[in-house]
């Protein structure tokens, strides 16, 4: 074989492998939903996913399953099956269910947790919020100070068990667990104690720990320390970034958004805003810049060049806007445009770059689920049980809405061309009939 021919067979070798490897990462992303808002973490559903644009109790339904007691998390999935936590109603017992994807059978149910005593949780909350996380051979799962835990997927023997971190949530857990290599990374911000800590997914084990290093304490009449649990607490879900060369990990908590090292727990920056707290959603990222809302009070959408070292509020916020902002839902990052609905639904789209206020309309409703994407459309799931499609482009253009019986807390998840759509009471298959 000749020279010419040699390097023609390699190049044709490197794109079939490079091919390969496209359609197995596409294969893979539309068989499994992860996390808490998609493989991406960002809401992003995988291209060539077929999806419905709009279902009612009696269209598109492929299977409509009861779910036990009360629970807000969102359902994950690998392969052919679906996982989500549970409680019952007063929080003392912390169930896994594991459901066929394809039939909606409930093929296990286990109780891991008892909690004797449980801590409050806001009526807009629940006992098992925090969303779940998976890969091929292992799921995790918390509920937050009560417990977390690791499942094998094939076996569903339980591999380790956690119940010794402390931390008050005050008005319940919210924060979703996320991986990074051999971390299980989860986050405490609660009214006595914020921290983040990552723990060793094999054993459990703690490998680093890091205390928030922004709190709010102010004096009270006595000169003496006085603390506010709302001002103290957090929902929010970390994301992992790669911003010129280092991997970072973003997490919001009460009053401040954080960088870490995600490996050792080092804070690499943080960006100050005193009088917020409750943030609740998952930051996004994207030409060169972080975007979060900074949560409830005075909640504002931050856009911050994540490039800074230290306390870098004044130098790296790029732009802010408090104009209908969400406190719940997390924010949609499409091309060159933020999308977002706030808790009473009013959906805005901005610039990314600039700030600039494109459109904001009332599409009705309340939201605490956040929405998703095709690239094209955008799904808006209330708590009312409506699910509003609309255009994801510069002019506002509602394409269908849905409604079922139930409302819906929990954000969605897909399965190949299939919504897994969660509600207040039950769990449904929506796919083309």
């Known amino acids: ?94 169930t896994v269910l594991c459901v066929d994807a394809n039939s909606g059978r ?39 100070s009560p417990g977390t835990a690791c499942l094998d997927t094939k076996t569903n023997k339980v591999l380790w068990t956690r119940d010794d971190f402390v931390c008050n949530h005050f008005r319940g857990a919210g924060s979703s667990p996320i991986l990074h290599k051999s971390l299980l990374i989860l986050t405490f911000d609660g009214a006595d104690h914020q921290f983040v800590a990552a723990l060793d997914k094999r054993t459990g ?55 870490y090292d995600p490996m050792t727990g080092r804070e690499l920056w943080r960006i100050t805003e005193r009088g917020q707290h409750s943030a609740s959603t998952r930051p996004v990222y994207g030409h060169g810049m972080v975007f979060y809302p900074t949560g409830f009070a005075k909640g504002q959408l931050l856009a911050i060049d994540p490039g800074g070292r230290g306390d870098s509020t004044e130098t790296n916020v790029k732009w802010r806007t408090k104009r209908s902002v969400s406190n719940k839902p997390s924010v949609l990052l499409i091309g060159e445009h933020i999308f977002m609905i706030d808790d009473g639904g009013i959906a805005t789209c901005v610039e990314a770059k600039s700030g600039k206020i494109v459109w904001s309309e009332r599409v009705g409703g309340n939201y ?48 190949d061309s299939a919504w897994i759509l969660r509600t207040k009471t039950h769990l449904y298959r929506i796919e083309k009939r």
């Open 1 to 94: 074989m000749g020279y010419l021919h040699v390097k023609m067979f390699r190049c044709l070798t490197k794109h079939l492998v490079l091919a390969g490897l496209i359609f197995c990462v596409t294969t893979l992303g539309r068989a499994n939903w992860p996390q808490f808002r998609g493989p991406l973490g960002n809401g992003d559903i995988p291209n060539g996913t077929d999806l419905p644009l709009s279902w009612s109790e009696k269209k598109n339904v492929a299977w409509k399953i009861v779910l036990p007691g009360r629970a807000w998390s969102s359902p994950v999935i690998w392969g052919d099956k679906i996982w989500l936590t549970a409680a019952d109603e007063k929080g003392h017992k912390l």
């Open 106 to 144: 409930i093929v296990f149910k286990k109780q891991l947790f008892s909690v004797a005593e449980p801590q409050f949780a806001h009526k807009f909350n629940s006992y098992a919020s925090p969303t779940p996380v998976v890969e091929k051979d292992q799921v995790y799962l918390t509920w937050g």
């Open 205 to 259: 084990k703690t490998v680093w720990r890091t205390r928030r290093s922004v709190d709010y304490q102010d004096l009270n009449t006595n000169g003496e320390p006085f603390r506010d649990g709302d001002l103290r607490k957090g929902y929010s879900t970390p994301h992992v970034i790669r911003h010129n060369g280092v991997t970072q990990l973003i997490s919001v908590g009460a009053m401040a958004g954080y960088a």
């Open 368 to 415: 605490s689920a956040s929405p998703v994407t095709d690239g094209k459309r955008i799904f808006f799931f209330s708590e009312e049980g409506k699910t509003t499609a609309v255009a994801a482009r510069r002019k506002f253009e509602i394409l269908a809405e849905s409604q079922l019986d139930g409302g819906f807390m929990a954000s969605p998840a897909v399965h």
